[in-house]
């Protein structure tokens, strides 16, 4: 007789009853074996920098964020790093007189964002600031590479202009340079100049696995850098695929990337898990601009708790197996954990 088909009172030793429930019964237990905590450590704080002078202007499609000219940037960087963000992810909105084709704007040694990043390292020496490789913000085109006649992306002579942008950032004093563009080889190629030129130290921050993702939206919103033709999907990765992902994560690890990172993080808690599986490097999610202002958007209807779904969201990225988060709530957050 198979033991399926004995009943508790036939069988010798009856299982005792299982209660799950014992370790859920208060909120001191609860914390006692809670498995994750998200904390302000985890927390990268994307910002939006533009030319002038005093002024700030919300994004319409990111409800609480904001374009800042240096000036206000500096005041809003000191405040949060007080709050205890360690770290900010720079983004430059860069006027239409400055675009070209190939981005040259990119890695003008007094541009936006290497003069940007000169003042942050005078003002608020400690914060980490992690500067953006991509050159969709300067073409005129809204694309991360250069193009050819027939709109083909191109990615060699686009990997030798990130590699000036990596250098010209590692000279404005940026801590740590964030290649979001997924032209092959580029990270390998980034950690090569910099040594060359003396900047060992510089940490390379890997978009790996960086979705063709329509959770952009906002984001290109923001900085006025959607593509003006086509899409990115020569070039950023298919959403059906996972075995891909691990296959960009080995090449970024082996080509000298510090950390890697998923992106988009919560349609993609699967590639995050995954990747965590496979390295010991830090990972990192970048819950993008469209989960944010899906959050904002069913939070101003009165739809949902906003407070207790950014915490509940957050925390499934670091149960996936994130160490580190890429997010435009961090400081919302850094206030509620306060
Ligand atoms: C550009 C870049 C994008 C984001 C970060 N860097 C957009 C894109 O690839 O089109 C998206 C960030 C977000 O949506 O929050 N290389």
Sequence with gaps: MSSENLTVSETSSPTPIQRPRRLRSSAAIRRM?????????????PMFVME?????????????????????????IAEIYALGINAIALFPVIPESRKDDLGTESYNPDGLVQRTVR????????????????????????HDGIIDEQGVILNDPTVEILVKMAISQAAAGSDMVAPSDMMDGRIGAIRQALDA?????????????????????????????????????????????????????????????DIVMVKPALAYLDIIRQVKDYTNLPVAAYNVSGEYAMIKAAAAQGWIDEKKLVLETLTSMKRAGADLILTYFAKEVALMLK
Excluded: W
Aim: hydrophobic share 40%; with cysteine.
């Design 33 to 45: 074996v809670r498995e994750n905590h998200l904390t302000v450590d985890d927390l990268i704080y």
């Design 119 to 142: 003042a942050i390292k005078e003002n608020v020496p400690e914060i980490l600031v992690i500067t953006d490789i991509a050159l969709d913000p300067f073409t005129t085109h809204g």
């Design 52 to 76: 002038g002078e005093a002024q700030k202007v919300e994004i319409l499609s990111m409800p609480g964020c904001f374009r800042y000219t240096l000036d206000l940037l500096l005041k809003e």
């Design 197 to 257: 030129e003396g900047y060992t130290d510089v940490r390379i921050l890997a978009y790996s696995a960086k979705y063709a993702s329509a959770y952009y939206g906002p984001f290109r919103d923001a900085l006025d850098s959607a593509p003006k033709f086509g899409d990115k999907k020569t070039y950023q990765m298919d959403a059906a695929n996972s075995r891909e992902a691990i296959k960009e994560v080995a090449l970024d690890i082996a080509e000298g990337a």
